[in-house]
């Protein structure tokens, strides 16, 4: 396959979390209401990290093309303070990457624009990636429509509200279509200027056997997730 070719079958991504953990108990009131420890399911917060030592209050959101290495684009948005959290189910490897970042006072807004922009842009790239290449691909196609969600896109966007928690989202529906994301869901959360990215992600040692599970567990994360989020903008 060409740099650019999708992955289907590929072997896992890995996340090694070298930043000392984070106990809950040392984090300000924000971040306590938007790190849940447990979800539905035995799903367990197993690694915190910070996100920086010393980094600057901002960070750059990349877009890329499909014919390109480098960046197409880079826009700035405030992070004023962040973690990492790794969650994963019993006797599993991790199955949420996610990051919790906090947004400048008065840039909530135009942070979260640049952020849904460039979900949108990824979830057009990755189409466009995929269904070109399995048009010059017949038998790549035959081995994938195999492992498809029946009835379903290859890949889908999502967009809504769920217990009063605003959300975006992107779903593969082969597992390891285009590499160790399978879904990419951001929560945002207005009044802590609280926005949540969770890559959800293909394991060696998985809970789920195939996409129709996998589904169903990224179903209960986000009504977990969100329900959390709900809860804790109330305290």
Sequence with gaps: MHRFAISFLALCVTFNVAAEAVSLGSLSEAFKRSIPAELKGGLTLVELSDRCTGCEPWRYVEFYSNSSAEPIKKEKITVTAGYRAMYAYPSTQY?????????APGHFGADRKIIEDAIRHEFRRKKERVESYLAANPQVRERVEAKRLKGKDYIEFEEGERNGIQFVTYVENVIGLTG????????????????????????????????????????????????????GSRR
Aim: glycine residues 4%.
């Design 180 to 231: 160790g994301t399978i879904s990419q869901v951001h929560f945002f959360v207005p009044s802590t200027r609280i926005t949540v990215t969770a890559y959800l992600l293909k394991q060696e040692r998985q809970k789920f056997t195939n996409i129709e599970e996998f589904r169903k567990l990224r179903q209960e994360f986000i009504d977990g997730y969100t329900a959390f989020l709900v809860s």
């Design 95 to 103: 199955f949420s990457n996610t990051k919790i970042e906090q947004s």
